[in-house]
């Protein structure tokens, strides 16, 4: 059974910084791409970033660029988001997930607030 484990959220003043981990267990995501998705109270799951197998390929969603760096520890099966120069608007709880989604993956996702 895959197993996706969020963690590093908390509660951080506008500026801040934030470091997420995704623990994954049960298999390894050889070969396949991963992303971070974010869900605020109110709005639908939305695409935050993702990364490819080799780290090679990267994508950010325009809200974040430039603020988000997703990056991945195969040998670890993690990966992780550092989120830097957090904004309110970043509030929500964020999940990972392979990339595109698999419904039976998602995990309880970590909980994000950013204080103005």
């Known amino acids: 059974q895959v197993q996706l484990d969020e963690s590093g959220g908390g509660l951080v003043q506008a500026g801040g910084s934030l470091r997420l981990s995704c623990a994954a267990s049960?298999?390894?995501?050889?070969?396949?791409?991963m992303g971070w998705f974010r869900q605020a109270p109110g709005k639908e799951r939305e695409l935050v970033a993702s990364?490819?197998?080799?780290?090679?390929?990267?994508y950010y969603a325009n809200s974040v660029k430039g603020r988000f760096t997703i990056s991945r520890d195969n040998a670890k099966n993690t990966v992780y988001l550092q989120m830097n120069s957090l904004k309110p608007e970043d509030t929500a709880v964020y999940y990972c997930n392979t990339h595109p989604f698999r419904n039976d993956y998602w995990g309880q996702g970590t909980q994000v607030t950013v204080s103005s």
């Open positions: 049960g298999r390894t995501f050889s070969g396949v791409t």
């Open positions: 990364i490819s197998w080799g780290g090679g390929s990267t």
